[in-house]
């Protein structure tokens, strides 16, 4: 979203595909038509149909591991296609649409503990970051779909003053879902949604997210109905504590 706002200036400018929704020939469908037929064939599919309404776009293949599985997978295909000639086939008159306005994005978590120890060893030399990190995703995905992708990178494993600042970023958002600006976040708080994220190590961010909102919400909630604008959070005396900023 960030990168669709700031490249053609609206955020909704996105087309977003889960992989793991979209296996085989019948999820392929879903996204460049049915050919002719085929159940289906009478109308175009998701993707097609977005090109060609908003060629300015960000496409989002998430989680590519999940799909393309060998180089003959159906998305490995349309992949191969879009990313060396530009070009999406529509299968249900042979329609071909351009995508060479728009950009695309692929995320996977494919060999993610390997590459984080990658990004670590070479944040200072992106250039060998880049060798490093292809070299590390050959044995999930053909050379020839690497060689066609103009930038690999990774994402190095969050430091705990990322976390930290995760936290407060989160409590804030939260805080604003509720009608209440969180001020600040005492160190005690951030301590203790660090001590969870370490408990919840390998369920992601989410998590974190999900216990800051169950701990808060219903003191935020009463805040709120005291015409408070602004509140502070912290931890104290095993639980969340909403005060005076």
């Known amino acids: 979203k960030a990168i669709a706002g700031y490249l053609y200036g609206d955020p909704g400018a996105l087309f977003r595909v889960d992989c793991g929704n979209v296996l085989g020939e019948a999820g392929l469908q879903t996204l460049i038509g049915s050919p002719k037929g085929y159940a289906g064939s009478g109308s175009w599919g ?4 977005h090109l060609r309404a908003t060629p300015r776009t960000v496409l989002l293949f998430d989680e590519i591991e999940k799909a393309v599985t060998s180089p003959q997978a159906p998305m490995a295909k349309l992949l191969l296609s879009l990313l060396d000639e530009g070009v999406c086939t529509e299968q249900s008159d042979g329609t ?13 978590n494919a060999a993610h503990e390997k590459l984080g120890q990658i990004a670590q060893r070479y944040r200072d030399e992106p250039d060998q970051l880049i060798r490093a990190t292809k070299d590390a995703l050959r044995d999930h995905f053909a050379p020839e779909f690497l060689a066609r992708i103009d930038l690999v990178t990774s994402l190095a494993p969050l430091e705990d003053a990322d976390r930290a600042r995760i936290i407060a970023l989160h409590a804030g958002r939260i805080g604003r879902t509720y009608g209440v600006e969180v001020d600040s976040v005492d160190a005690s708080f951030v301590n203790e949604g660090l001590r969870r994220w370490t408990t919840l190590q390998g369920y992601g961010t989410r998590e974190v997210i999900r216990w800051i909102e169950e701990v808060t919400a219903d003191q935020l909630i009463q805040a709120k109905s005291e015409g408070r604008a602004k509140v502070g959070l912290a931890w104290v005396d095993g639980q969340a504590e909403v005060t005076r900023p």
């Open 96 to 108: 071909k649409v351009s995508a060479r306005d728009a950009v695309i994005v692929l995320t996977s």
């Open 46 to 49: 998701a993707l097609t149909s």
